[in-house]
């Protein structure tokens, strides 16, 4: 009898079981501040990103704060998020082909050709940070949801900031039209000292960006601002139909080709996307719009300079492609004789990640001039790829929401790729990769890290189980 005891007394107390229950309810509850720590820590890295492109450039000669963000933050939390990082078919494959042009934009940098006359050689750092840059962002955005971010949140607190700078930024630009502010915006233009600036001579044309050098890299800023400022106020049309009606003043103050002939249709078209709201907000962009022209007839509106050229684009003149395209493409373009030349010498490699001393107007040019045929091929590829996430229904990799919003940002690009390197510009390509990242590279998948209803349902689970057991009461012993 007392063996008999013995046994039931140890099979009912099973002390091995209640020790790995109360170890994994101690564990979890240990764990549970860290693991909200870290989806934490990565919205206000993606916070702080957002706000960084608004940023002027620094103290180091050339280096803008939003790269130094990109870089310090990738830097930082690639040893935290390493381990947990995750990649889905398109974005393994967009940054293979983008650090494999990059790779080859480096070793045709040192192939034998001196330039093409007339034209120099450029410098090499920032030919390796126009092509670095985008890898860093598509690499970041992996490294935020590593941590356990969601896309969503991410997505959200992005666009925010993105959307209220934008607004500022607008507001910037409005003032210029009245008052000379490029001594206070030449610290976002350039290095002090530097030659004039792309902004000062567009200024003097009546053509306005406030923070951003040339008018082509505001107007794809503020077709992306658009784009998500739909999104996220698609349930309050009035508040969207403010909102927009600024970013539209802010873009056409720019003059851009890029906003007023692309951006601009792509958001008329994410508008009449939006169900629901469709009525208020055009009857409310119409009251806008409406009573903007009621005070511009009454002349009570200050006068504008750009409004001029703003009026030339109604009235074109014969060569359409050489007027719209601002002298780039057509009979005698300037983008049109550079790849003429770079062709004669240098077709398939080009002239390496130095590139030529010309203005890169254009995404293609770019391309051609840094990798030859190579990196043409490259984008042709990269945007294969963003083109098929969003139009392959199905996805988890582009689906809902995000697969209109990350189609209209393809298609700005695109549409963009003609008057500027669309993928590569300055503080715009940053926003741009962030926000193609989001919404058509990545998807929302299970994190190694459980979630905070997952770690009361883990609580919950030990609670019962030992319950079942008759252990509780016994807690703790071992």
Do not use: C
Not at 152 to 179: E, R
């Amino acid at each position: 009898m007392k063996t008999a005891r013995s046994a039931s007394f140890s099979r009912h107390s099973a002390p091995e079981p209640l020790r790995a229950d109360a170890a994994t309810e101690r564990s979890a509850r240990t764990a549970a501040p860290q693991m909200s720590r870290w989806p934490r820590v990565a919205t206000i890295s993606a916070a702080l990103v957002a706000a960084a492109v608004f940023g002027p450039y620094t103290a180091l000669p050339g280096v803008r704060t939003e790269q130094l963000a990109v870089y310090a933050s990738v830097l930082l939390l690639l040893p935290l998020a390493a381990a947990k990082l995750r990649l889905s078919v398109k974005a393994a494959a967009t940054l293979f082909i983008l650090v494999t042009v990059l790779l080859f934009s480096l070793l045709a940098a040192l192939l034998p050709f001196g330039g093409v006359e007339p034209y120099a050689r450029g410098a090499l750092l920032p030919g390796i940070d126009n092509l670095l840059l985008p890898v860093a962002v598509v690499l970041l955005v992996h490294l935020w949801l590593a941590l356990g971010a969601t896309r969503t949140a991410l997505f959200n607190i992005f666009s925010k900031v993105l959307v209220l700078g934008a607004l500022l930024n607008a507001a910037l630009t409005i003032a210029s039209t009245q008052v000379d502010l490029s001594d206070r915006l030449q610290m976002f233009w350039g290095q002090p000292g530097a030659a004039e600036s792309v902004a000062v001579q567009a200024a003097a044309l009546g053509r306005f960006s406030g923070i951003f050098n040339q008018p082509a890299e505001a107007g794809l800023f503020y077709g992306a601002a658009v784009i998500v400022a739909i999104q996220l106020l698609q349930r309050r049309p009035v508040l969207l139909a403010a909102v927009t009606a600024v970013l539209v003043v802010g873009g056409a103050a720019s003059v851009s080709k890029v906003f007023l002939l692309v951006a601009l249709p792509i958001g008329l078209w994410r508008l009449g996307r939006v169900a629901g709201v469709r009525g208020r907000l055009l009857l409310s962009a119409a009251g806008l719009g409406g009573l903007g022209l009621l005070f511009s007839r009454a002349g009570l509106l200050p006068s504008w300079e750009g409004s001029a050229r703003l009026a030339q684009l109604l009235s074109p003149e014969s060569d359409y492609v050489n007027f719209y395209s601002a002298g780039r493409f057509g009979q005698g373009g300037s983008v049109t004789s550079v790849m003429l030349d770079v062709v004669t010498v240098s077709p398939w490699a080009g002239f390496g990640a130095s590139g030529l001393v010309v203005p890169y107007d254009s995404l293609w040019l770019e391309a051609l001039v840094v990798a030859g045929l190579f990196g043409v091929l490259g984008n042709v590829l990269v945007l294969l790829l963003l083109s098929q996430s969003f139009v392959v229904k199905g996805r988890a990799e582009g689906n809902g929401d995000f697969r209109g919003v990350g189609g209209a940002l393809v298609l700005l690009v695109i549409g963009a790729s003609f008057g500027l390197p669309s993928l590569t510009a300055n503080r715009a390509s940053t926003v741009v990769w962030v926000l193609l990242t989001l919404t058509l590279l990545t998807a929302e998948h299970a994190q190694r890290q459980p979630s905070a209803a997952a770690e009361g349902q883990l609580l919950a689970t030990g609670r019962r189980n030992a319950n079942v057991r008759g252990d509780a009461p016994q807690e703790g012993v071992g």
